[in-house]
């Protein structure tokens, strides 16, 4: 984020009066902290068979904290107001990634937060810079979705035909990168190492010590690599720590990979009607078909098509009486992200 707040700052010291017009004028920055005290787990205990007493366990957990940085120049749509005095990136504005905006022209998103909740810290940010014309719309955005482990990078390039006031069709070409998807490395590990398991655990500083548990049985207790004993036996050791090895395993194995790129075909469909009682906006983009571009890239399987889609939609029966809906659906490379709300509002005066 900090980079990207340089390079916007240079591109317009070097372009001027164009850059200042067309991005900083009517934009907004936004810096922001919130911190919240943490839940309070259920109180937890353990029998200490040596003393006789009992050891509390309860899981401490951490404070909630977000802490966000973010730029943003977007028109509202007719059925959009403005929340509140000032920005603080908790904005959640589904229309903000709609494939075409309210207004032609160059828009863009900057958003960027630090997140701790329920004692897991992630970073959760989504970016776009946009320019929509009467015939094409140009987009290249970035996306980190810490709570789904996605992470995208895409250009997208399409051709837009209006269909009366309210229908918009646009088709075009769509260049993505992206983390290595749909690769499980520890399968070609356990078939290269004769399926002995526990291999992986001494690659890890796990040790194990063979004891008998009744005559010519056998079993194994096993320590960390502090030496702490952390399972008695080989069940409780794959349990409750190998699963753990197995992850850590994957995700070391693919980020050596690096990033992928692929090139897809991308067709959408947009629909926008505002009424003063009813509004609907509803937006997908959909990917039929897509090309690798590196040797890792994300093999589909037959009948598997990405999609972005998203639904806003409200309805004042009367003066009093409302009711809302939105919700926005991704599928990329088999991972799904989704979000769904829903309500009524009632004023009695």
């Known amino acids: 984020m900090k980079k990207l707040l340089i390079t916007l700052l240079s591109i317009s010291t070097a372009l001027g009066g164009y850059f200042s017009d067309n991005f900083l004028k009517y934009s907004t920055f936004y810096a922001s902290t919130s911190l919240e005290s943490p839940y309070t787990p259920k109180q937890t205990f353990e029998v200490n068979t040596e003393q006789g007493t009992f050891e509390e366990t309860t899981e401490k957990i951490e404070g909630s904290y977000d802490i966000s940085l973010g730029m943003r120049k977007l028109a509202r749509f007719k059925y959009q107001t403005k929340k509140a005095n000032f920005y603080d990136g908790s904005e959640n504005e589904l229309s903000d990634v709609a ?15 630090k997140v701790r909740s329920f004692g897991e810290e992630f970073v959760d940010s989504e970016s776009w ?38 229908w918009n069709l646009t088709g075009g070409l769509l260049v993505r990168g992206h983390p290595a ?14 399926g002995q398991w526990w291999q992986l655990a001494y690659q890890y500083g796990y040790e194990d010590e063979q004891y008998v548990v009744d005559g010519d049985i056998t079993d194994y207790k096993w320590y960390d690599e502090d030496g702490d004993l952390v399972a008695e036996t ?15 395993y994957n995700e070391e194995e ?5 990033w992928q790129y692929e090139t897809s075909v991308v067709l959408g469909v947009d629909y926008y009607k505002y009424e003063r009682k009813w509004w609907i906006h509803g937006w997908a983009t959909v990917i039929p078909f897509s090309k690798g571009l590196t040797p890792h890239a994300f093999k589909y399987k037959s009948g598997n098509i990405d999609h972005d889609c998203g639904l806003v939609a409200g309805w004042k029966l009367n003066k009093q009486f409302g009711v809302f809906g939105e919700g926005r659906f991704i599928s990329y490379w088999g991972i799904d992200s989704y979000e769904l709300k829903a309500g009524l509002n009632y004023i009695f005066f």
Request: proline share 1%; glycine share 10%; net charge negative.
């Open 99 to 113: 494939t075409l905006g309210a207004v032609s022209g160059w828009e863009y998103l900057l958003k960027w937060s």
């Open 129 to 166: 810079v946009r320019y929509l014309g009467d015939w094409f719309v140009v987009k290249g955005s970035y996306a980190n979705f810490g709570r789904e482990d996605l992470e995208f990078a895409q250009v997208d390039a399409r051709y837009r035909k209006a269909l009366g006031q309210s």
């Open 181 to 194: 998807y749909g690769l499980f490395p520890f399968n070609k590990w356990l078939q290269q190492n004769q």
């Open 234 to 248: 080989d069940n409780e050791f794959y349990e409750y720590y190998y699963g753990d090895l197995i992850t850590l």
């Open 254 to 258: 693919v980020d050596k990979l690096g």
